[in-house]
């Protein structure tokens, strides 16, 4: 099975308007960014681990993808300790377009995707623009909260 290993803060840079609501509220481009990768791997049969810089601050429900904080490291270090204990690493996809991350991950025999890609296939796969699609999942996302009263 595939293993994909994903730099979500580089991501976020890649994707413009994530970039730009990162700016403004680091918790909502997470979870958009999480609920893209949830919708992107929906019937995917592959292991999927998100990494994140810092801490959690709220939790993030998603089914098709496993959401790891770096906590008082980096996300870099997190992701290379992955790969370090990794059994298997020619079934490892890396996403990311930071350059020391991507040449750990090719010495290591994995395969690399940079983060500019893995935007467009995120996107075409969807046959939408990334505005369209971000603004119907935050719609859901505040349909749910309203519908079973979670306050925002």
Known sequence: MLQYIIDGNNLIGKIPSLHRLQGK?????????????????????????????????EPIKITNAKIIYSDNHTADEEIKDQIGAAKNRKNII????????????RVCSCRVISSEDFNKKIFSSNENNEEKIIEQMTRNNDEFKHLFGVDE
Do not use: C, P, W
């Not at 509220?25 to 998100?50: G, M, P």
């Open 94 to 105: 890396l996403i990311s377009s930071d350059n020391n991350l991507k040449e750990f991950a």
């Open 25 to 57: 509220d680091k918790q909502s481009s997470r979870e958009k960014l999480a609920y893209l990768i949830d919708n992107y791997f929906h019937n995917k049969k592959a292991k999927v681990t998100l990494h994140f810089d810092g801490f959690m601050k």
